[in-house]
């Protein structure tokens, strides 16, 4: 997939590019941290905290007034069903969050990244702030955006036991997720072996991120590009991506590290788990061969319930009805309709094959 470096100032960058034009977009804006003084650990050591110059602001309004700048070109260059991400902290997620509602954006959902090893807050003056928030939102209140449901199932280890994830077990994938800071190999280093960037962020929370709200193919743009975190993992899923950043030192760190990146083909960057199969019929299943009229059908102990009509109803107890309220009735259960292709079996080679078996092996054929 073919990334794109710019360096230069995300604003004026932003508005060059053409409105409508990218279908994703992940900010990871300065938070204006507004740390001061030098942070120590409990033994005396110098923290190395974030007191960038990129990260200073004046005043309150100063980095509003920023926040809606950026916030309102990205609104203009985001495809009408596309979607956007922002990331940030206690000092300025809610000046962020304000501001989006005021520019139009819809949210989707907020996610909180629970960092599994995060600072210390050193003195025990407070509690230990261990988490940083992500608006997910879009350009109006019914776009069509991008979401891979089924993959995001896949990717859902927060809330599956791994041996229950061996086991095949998936679960919807929820708003609190439990990703570790960036640390160790993963860090980049400048040539003198010193750490690059001062928040770099994980690539796990941009694999879900990219993951699940943008398909193969799509263009993703990150306007605080730092180290080009979004653009490794896009460029690792098969997507195409626009970096902005003003430090031109980052850009030539970051070019390096997306030069290196190739595309992992993968049911996870395909989104495979989402295509929607094609729908077949069951006479048309009579037609190819797969059932014949007239057939028994039964349930998994191979005792004849019901037999096949031409029409792919079911006669029961002399009465022709859909295989789905069939089901339910021959069941008694509850419900009217139960998924026919859960509970039907027919015999053959002797024993009881499942419906929806024989369904698959006609998709696979078609
Ligand atoms: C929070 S960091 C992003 C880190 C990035 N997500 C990563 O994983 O490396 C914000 C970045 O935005 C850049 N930046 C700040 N203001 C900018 C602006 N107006 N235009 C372009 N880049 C800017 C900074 O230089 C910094 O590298």
Not at 187 to 194: A, C, E, P
Not at 230 to 246: D, F, K, P, W
Not at 280 to 286: D, Y
Request: net charge negative.
């Amino acid at each position: 997939m073919a990334y794109r470096i710019i360096n230069g100032n995300s604003i004026e960058e932003m508005n060059n590019l053409p409105a409508n034009s990218v279908d994703l977009v992940f900010a990871d804006p300065p938070y204006w941290m507004r740390t001061e003084g030098v942070l120590e650990r409990v033994e005396g050591t110098e923290f190395d905290g974030c007191d960038d110059e990129w990260d200073q602001f004046e005043t309150l309004e100063d980095y509003e007034i920023f926040t809606r700048n950026w916030l309102t070109a990205c609104y203009r260059v985001l495809k009408p069903n596309g979607s956007i991400w922002v990331i940030g902290g206690m000092q300025c997620i809610y000046t962020i969050g304000e501001i989006m509602q005021e520019i139009g954006y819809w949210f989707i959902n907020d996610v909180v990244w629970f960092k599994k090893n995060p600072t210390p807050n050193f003195k025990g003056t407070r509690l230990n702030n261990s988490h940083e928030t992500l608006i997910w939102a879009c350009k109006r209140k019914n776009a069509r955006f991008t979401f891979n449901y089924k993959t995001a199932k896949e990717l859902n280890t927060d809330t599956v036991a791994d041996d229950e994830y061996a086991h095949g077990i998936r679960k919807q994938l929820g708003s609190i997720w439990r990703i570790p800071v960036c640390a160790g190999n993963e860090r980049l280093r400048d040539d003198q072996g010193n750490k690059l960037h001062n928040t770099q962020k994980p690539e796990e929370l941009l694999y879900r991120v990219i993951a699940i709200s943008s398909k193969i193919g799509d263009t993703v743009l990150d306007p605080f590009g730092g180290t080009m975190t979004t653009g490794a993992v896009a460029e690792r899923l098969g997507r195409n991506s626009i970096m902005i950043e003003r430090d031109a030192r980052y850009c030539e760190y970051g070019e390096r590290r997306l030069a290196a990146v190739t595309f992992e083909d993968s049911n996870i960057a395909r989104a495979t788990y989402d295509v929607k199969p094609v729908r077949v019929t069951v006479p048309e299943m009579i037609e190819h061969g797969f059932f014949t009229v007239g057939e028994s059908f039964c349930f998994r102990d191979g005792i004849e319930v019901a037999t096949l009509q031409a029409d792919g109803k079911l006669l029961w107890n002399g009465q022709a009805i859909d295989m789905h309220s069939c089901a339910a009735k021959a069941r008694g259960a509850q419900a009217k309709r139960l998924n026919g292709f859960d509970y039907w079996y027919v015999i053959r080679d002797g024993n009881p094959k499942s419906i929806n078996e024989i369904r698959e092996e006609y998709r696979a054929q078609i």
